[in-house]
């Protein structure tokens, strides 16, 4: 990257910094580029979301918040619609989609979307919303998630049962 003041290139310098996020502080490795003759530092868009990466990642890890693309893939291994999906959560649909957009939940929001990566707790989800629903609708939901516990629990049978056959631990 060349400098906005003198025109010569730059130099890429790594900085330990801490960054303040929702309350709480994330060391993270800081990236820009130094002008020497200047000494300013500068960034680009891609380097300021690393480092944000970066710390609402640690803080994610912290709280046991998926990232966006497990929030995307629960959604999805149940065929729904971001819509549906913050029906039944009881999220707000803009709140839902800022969080498939890559917003970090609130903890609370957060451990609610991990619940519902297990088919049973999202089984009881789709129960306790029954009234929001139309019967088809109803129906056909209850009818996947029981169809994906199925399955998921037949290959647990089935692994258990092949470990046990062939002392495989």
Same mark, same amino acid.
């Given at each position: ?47 300021d979301t690393a480092s944000y990466l970066q710390v609402t ?6 709280y046991g918040i998926p990232y966006t $693309?497990? #929030?995307? @893939?629960?959604? &999805? ?6 819509? /549906? ?38 089984? $009881?989800? #789709?129960? @306790?919303?029954? &009234? ?6 109803? /129906? ?30």
């Amino acid at each position: 990257m060349k400098s906005p003041f003198t025109g010569k290139e730059m130099s890429r310098v790594w900085e330990k910094r801490t960054w303040e996020f929702r309350g709480e502080k994330f060391d993270y490795m800081h990236m820009a580029w130094l002008c020497e003759d200047t000494g300013e530092s500068f960034t680009t868009d891609e380097s300021d979301t690393a480092s944000y990466l970066q710390v609402t990642n640690q803080y994610r890890a912290k709280y046991g918040i998926p990232y966006t $693309d497990e #929030i995307i @893939s629960i959604r &999805k291994k149940y065929d729904l619609s971001a819509a /549906k999906m913050s029906l039944l959560l009881g999220i707000g649909i803009n709140q839902y989609r800022k969080y498939e957009q890559g917003e970090v939940p609130s903890v609370s929001n957060g451990r609610l979307i991990r619940s519902i990566m297990n088919p049973k707790v999202m089984l $009881d989800m #789709i129960e @306790s919303a029954q &009234k929001e629903l139309e019967e088809k609708e109803y /129906k056909k939901l209850t009818q996947r998630i029981k169809s994906i516990i199925e399955n998921n629990d037949s290959y647990k049978m089935q692994q258990y049962e092949t470990n046990r056959i062939f002392c495989s631990t």
